[in-house]
C-alpha cells in the first residue's frame, strides 16, 4: 500500500467540492485521508498519468480504490478488493444489536453517511464476501445488481436419474 501514501493531498478546490457535496471533513480524514491521483482507468485498473483525470484515492486493505467524480467510475490500484469500506465488514458492531450492513450505490453517498458502511467495487465478489452479513441496507440503485450477483458460486451440475422399479 506504499502507493497510496506517495499520493499527494487533496487539493482546496476537491475539499470545497466536497464540503459543498454534504461531505463532512471527518469522513475526508477517517479512518485514513482522501488523497488525489491523476490518470485513466483500464479495464478497471487505475494507470497513472500526471496528464489524466483527478481520481480521489481511498487506501482500502492492501489496495487503493480510486473513484473519478465526473464519471462515477471506480478502480483499483490491484485487483481484489470487492468493496469501497470493506473493513467494516466484519466488525462486530456492523451488524450486532439489530444494525444493517450498509450498501450505497455511489462513493458520495457513502462519504456523505461518513463512510459507515460499502460501495461494492467488484459484484464478482459478493457472493464470497457477504454471504455470512446477517443484515443489509442498500440503497435502491443497487438492489437488482445485488440480487443478480448474491448467488453462491457454481457448484456441481446436476441432473436427475430415472430409477427402474423391481418386477413383482
Not at 457535496?21 to 477517517?30: E, K, L, P, W, Y
Not at 466484519?90 to 444489536?97: A, D, K, N, Q
Not at 435502491?140 to 436427475?160: C, I, L, N, Y
Request: one cysteine or more; a negative charge; proline letters at 7%.
Amino acid at each position: 500500500m506504499t502507493a497510496y501514501y506517495d499520493l499527494p493531498g487533496l487539493r482546496q478546490e476537491h475539499i470545497d467540492w466536497l464540503l459543498r457535496s454534504g461531505v463532512s471533513i471527518d469522513a475526508m480524514i477517517h479512518p485514513e485521508a482522501i488523497r488525489l491521483a491523476c490518470g485513466r482507468a483500464e479495464r478497471g485498473l487505475l494507470v497513472r498519468d500526471p496528464a489524466g483525470d483527478p481520481w480521489l484515492a481511498f487506501a482500502e486493505e492492501s489496495n487503493v480504490a480510486y473513484w473519478q467524480p465526473l464519471s462515477g467510475e471506480l478502480a483499483l490500484e490491484v485487483r481484489g478488493t470487492f468493496a469501497l469500506g470493506e473493513e467494516v465488514i466484519g466488525l462486530p458492531e456492523t451488524c450486532s444489536f439489530d444494525c444493517f450492513l450498509s450498501g450505497f450505490g455511489s462513493p458520495l453517498a457513502w462519504l456523505r453517511a461518513g463512510r459507515a458502511g460499502i460501495v461494492v467495487i467488484d459484484w464478482s465478489l459478493t457472493w464470497q464476501r457477504l454471504h455470512g452479513v446477517p443484515r443489509v441496507a442498500l440503497a435502491e440503485s443497487v438492489v437488482f445488481p445485488f440480487r443478480h450477483h448474491f448467488k453462491p458460486p457454481t457448484g456441481p451440475e446436476v441432473a436427475a436419474m430415472r430409477e427402474r422399479s423391481a418386477a413383482a
